[in-house]
T-cell receptor
Framework: AQSVTQLGSHVSVSEGALVLLRCNYS??????LFWYVQYPNQGLQLLLK??????LVKGINGFEAEFKKSETSFHLTKPSAHMSDAAEYFC???????????FGTGTSLTVIP | NAGVTQTPKFRVLKTGQSMTLLCAQD?????MYWYRQDPGMGLRLIHY???????AKGEVPDGYNVSRLKKQNFLLGLESAAPSQTSVYFC?????????????FGPGTRLTVL
């Protein structure tokens, strides 16, 4: 069975500071992992995905994530936070049946001016 | 290209009333999904469909029914609404049965059951 755990339901960073959002996964098979972003009152938008081609994955808006099998982690980072990064971020793992996604509980990112 | 659209955007129901949420996609996707989003619980899968005429249960299917009569549409029904079904509902679609194909999401429907 697949699942993801996001540590920290709320993260605050100063503008220009490093953003680090944590995601750990559990999977009995090689995982396929995704990060989505949700801006207020909107649907989810794909930031990036890991499909085993490369462990360091670059996404949109300057975000990237590194797949670490030994740590079962797929943390999301951005070197310098912008005010526009304030949103809810979801980590997800896909299953092999029906392409189901299992989402984490989300991390709300606040960027302080 | 509208992507995934949902109707309505907002709805208020009284306990026991019924309603249908409509999801439409114009990307010719095979797979479609209905999720509910509740604070602190992320997104949970209600039902999904792997093709026209087929549906399957997700993690939290009780109290909901679905139908996929046309490939581009996926309907979610509440036969007798309960306050516990107050939530934001998202529809999503994906191209085909591949674990690394992303899901595309609609803008959501905010449902309140009084």
């Amino acid at each position: 069975a697949q699942s993801v755990t996001q540590l920290g339901s709320h993260v605050s960073v100063s503008e220009g500071a490093l953003v680090l959002l944590r995601c750990n996964y559990s999977s009995s098979v090689p995982p396929y992992l995704f990060w989505y972003v949700q801006y207020p009152n909107q649907g989810l938008q794909l930031l990036l995905k890991y499909t085993s081609a490369a462990t360091l994955v670059k996404g949109i808006n300057g975000f990237e994530a590194e797949f670490k099998k030994s740590e079962t982690s797929f943390h999301l980072t951005k070197p310098s936070a912008h005010m526009s990064d304030a949103a809810e971020y979801f980590c997800a793992v896909s299953a092999y049946t029906g392409n189901q996604f299992y989402f984490g509980t989300g991390t709300s990112l606040t960027v302080i001016p | 290209n509208a992507g995934v659209t949902q109707t309505p955007k907002f709805r208020v129901l009284k306990t026991g009333q019924s309603m249908t949420l409509l999801c439409a996609q114009d990307m010719n996707h095979e797979y479609m999904y209905w999720y509910r989003q509740d604070p602190g619980m992320g997104l949970r899968l209600i039902h999904y469909s792997v093709g026209e005429g087929t549906t399957a249960k997700g993690e939290v299917p009780d109290g909901y029914n679905v139908s996929r009569l046309k490939k581009q549409n996926f309907l979610l029904g509440l036969e007798s609404a309960a306050p516990s079904q107050t939530s934001v509902y998202f529809c999503a679609s994906s191209y085909k049965a591949s674990v690394y194909n992303e899901q595309f999401f609609g803008p959501g429907t905010r449902l309140t059951v009084l």
